[in-house]
């Protein structure tokens, strides 16, 4: 069975400073990678797709890695706005179901 | 182009009672999915539709749950007879196609279904 596990749980940032939220992944065959930002009483917002070992991804202060086992959101020099809950999921095997991982809760504060 | 709508965006409903929810997909996308958050869990998948077959329906929990997508357009989720453990949030998402790039699944706001 396909399995995501993110760390930490929850991480509290002052602005500016840097920080990188893991997400580990056991599965038959990956396919991709998502990573998703979701918003208090919102849908998951798409940021990233990852789909080898070695690929990068990023987007203002974000930036997306993958190794084999593991992928790092990295957040640079954050701001109030990146607080939200992130969320990471896999996609393998010969479906196209998503399998999620708990989040990370991220506040970065002023 | 407008996005993944959900209706409604909250149900509150006794144990026993039926409830319907409704997901409009983004125009033109074929794959249409649901997923549900219960309390403290990840989000998990329940279905795949690929226009309107059922590709894959392995996360249904049991036969209270039924889906249909008549036309392949927008579906409905129908949980007849609720209990408790059917609280949470569903979210559908919908993607363009099976493969890379257009397989990115794009989430709808969900509906907070509260089993009373």
């Known amino acids: 069975e396909d399995q995501v596990t993110q760390s930490p749980e929850a991480l509290r940032l002052q602005e500016g400073e840097s920080s990188s939220l893991n997400c580990s992944y056991t599965?038959?065959?990956?396919?991709?990678l998502f990573w998703y930002r979701q918003d208090p009483g919102k849908g998951p917002e798409f940021l990233f797709t990852?789909?080898?070992a070695g690929e990068e991804k990023e987007k203002e202060r974000l930036k997306a890695t993958l190794t084999k086992k593991e992928s790092f959101l990295h957040i640079t020099a954050p701001k109030p706005e990146d607080s939200a809950t992130y969320l990471c999921?896999?996609?393998?095997?010969?479906?196209?179901?998503?399998?999620f991982g708990t989040g990370t809760q991220l506040k970065v504060e002023l | 182009e407008a996005g993944v709508t959900q209706f409604p965006s909250h149900s509150v409903i006794e144990k026993g009672q039926t409830v319907t929810l409704r997901c409009d997909p983004i125009?033109?996308?074929?794959?249409l999915y649901w997923y549900r958050r219960v309390m403290g869990k990840e989000i998990k998948f329940l279905l795949h539709?690929?226009?309107?077959?059922?590709?894959?329906e392995s996360g249904m929990p049991n036969n209270r749950f039924l889906a249909e997508r008549t036309g392949g357009t927008y579906s409905t989720l129908k949980v007849q007879p609720a209990e408790l453990e059917d609280s949470g949030v569903y979210f559908c998402?919908?993607?363009?196609?099976?493969?890379?790039?257009?397989?990115?699944?794009?989430f709808g706001p969900g509906t907070r279904l509260t089993v009373l």
């Open positions: 999921a896999v996609q393998a095997g010969g479906g196209n179901k998503l399998t």
């Open positions: 539709f690929v226009k309107e077959s059922k590709q894959d």
């Open positions: 125009s033109g996308h074929d794959n």
């Open positions: 998402a919908s993607s363009q196609d099976w493969g890379p790039p257009q397989d990115t699944q794009y």
């Open positions: 599965v038959s065959g990956l396919r991709g």
């Open positions: 990852l789909y080898s």
